[in-house]
Nanobody, 126 residues
């Protein structure tokens, strides 16, 4: 059974950091494009970052560029989202998503993904 499990969310003060993890089972992430999305209360889900199957291509939304970094550890079958200099507007439930295949370019649109995790909440507050 293909499954994605996010972890690493929590409560952090503005300016702090968190590292989210997305662990896969049932398939290998090095043959998949991975995306991170987030949804704040009352707002639509939005794309935050993504990484191609080769790991060479990444994308960041303008709102997180320079603060967030996506990476993958194929040995652990896990993708990470390092979030630094967190702001209150980063508060949301964060989801990772995957689609199997050899995607040189990462996929920005959420409708390209067919596997989703359950989400991990991030709250940035003093």
């Amino acid at each position: 059974q293909l499954q994605l499990v996010e972890s690493g969310g929590g409560l952090v003060q503005p300016g702090g950091s968190l590292r989210l993890s997305c662990a896969a089972s049932g398939f290998t992430l090095d043959y998949a494009a991975i995306g991170w999305f987030r949804q704040a209360p009352g707002k639509e889900r939005e794309g935050v970052s993504c990484i191609g199957s080769s790991g060479g291509n990444t994308y960041y939304a303008d709102s997180v560029k320079g603060r967030f970094t996506i990476s993958r550890d194929n040995a652990k079958n896990t993708v990470y989202l390092q979030m630094n200099s967190l702001k209150s507007e980063d508060s949301a439930v964060y989801y990772c998503a995957a689609v199997e295949g050899n995607y040189k370019l990462c996929l920005v649109m959420e409708d390209r993904y067919n596997y989703w995790g359950q989400g991990t909440p991030v709250t940035v507050s003093s």
